[in-house]
T-cell receptor
C-alpha cells in the first residue's frame, strides 16, 4: 500500500456537469501528478503540481484544472463533462528532485452518462 | 510527443511458463520505468532503468534496457497467477511521464 488515497472511489455524472476529485499525498511527497486512464489504455498525463503551482501540463483542455494545498493534497476539477471523460483518474505523488519515483493512488472511476 | 509501443497487447499463459514483453520508443528514453497494475488499483512501480545496456533483476523478473536506450524488455520466469496484471512502461521527460498502452498478462493456474 502506497499511502496515497483518492476519493471518491466511483462517481457517476451527467454530461455538462462539473466534478471534483481528491487526492491525499504520501507523507513527505511534495509533487502530485494527475493522469487519465481510459479503458484498455495506459495513463495519460494531465498535469503536475509542485508547491501549489501547476508545473507541467499534458494535452488536455482548460476545463481540466487543479489545485494543490499546503499539506500537498490535491484536487482535480473537470468542468462541462463530456462522455469521453469517462475513465479512471489516477493521482501519483513523488518527492521532486530525488528519484522521480511515483506512487499511485487506487484511482477514481468516473462515468459520464 | 513520446510514443511508447508495448507488445504483445495481450498474453495468456499457463502457470510455470516463461514470457517476455517489450517496450519500444520512437526516440531515446530519458529513464524508463516498469509498472504493474492490477484491476481496480493504481500502477505499482517495479523498477527504474537509466543506463543503456542495464539489466536489473527483481526475484523472477528480469528487466533489460537496450544499448541505444530506445527499447526495453521484461522477462518473467516461471510465471505465477499472482503475476496477472497490466504491465506498463513509462518514460520520464522533464517532469512528465509518458506511458505505453500496456501488456495485459493472464497467468492461468
Amino acid at each position: 500500500e502506497t499511502g496515497v488515497t483518492q476519493s471518491p472511489t466511483h462517481l457517476i455524472k451527467t454530461r455538462g456537469q462539473q466534478v471534483t476529485l481528491r487526492c491525499s499525498s504520501q507523507s513527505g511527497h511534495n509533487t502530485v501528478s494527475w493522469y487519465q486512464q481510459a479503458l484498455g489504455q495506459g495513463p495519460q498525463f494531465i498535469f503536475q503540481y509542485y508547491r501549489e503551482e501547476e508545473n507541467g501540463r499534458g494535452n488536455f483542455p482548460p476545463r481540466f484544472s487543479g489545485l494543490q494545498f499546503p499539506n500537498y493534497s490535491s484536487e482535480l476539477n473537470v468542468n462541462a463533462l463530456e462522455l469521453d471523460d469517462s475513465a479512471l483518474y489516477l493521482c501519483a505523488t513523488s518527492e521532486r528532485g530525488v528519484t522521480y519515483e511515483q506512487y499511485f493512488g487506487p484511482g477514481t472511476r468516473l462515468t459520464v452518462t | 510527443t513520446q510514443l511508447l509501443e508495448q507488445s504483445p497487447q495481450f498474453l495468456s499463459i499457463q502457470e510455470g511458463e516463461n514470457l517476455t514483453v517489450y517496450c519500444n520508443s520512437s526516440s531515446v528514453f530519458s529513464s524508463l520505468q516498469w509498472y504493474r497494475q492490477e484491476p481496480g488499483e493504481g500502477p505499482v512501480l517495479l523498477v527504474t532503468v537509466v543506463t543503456g545496456g542495464e539489466v536489473k533483476k527483481l526475484k523472477r523478473l528480469t528487466f533489460q534496457f537496450g544499448d541505444a536506450r530506445k527499447d526495453s524488455s521484461l522477462h518473467i520466469t516461471a510465471a505465477q497467477p499472482g503475476d496477472t496484471g497490466l504491465y506498463l512502461c513509462a518514460d520520464r521527460t522533464g517532469n512528465q511521464f509518458y506511458f505505453g498502452t500496456g501488456t495485459s498478462l493472464t497467468v492461468i493456474p
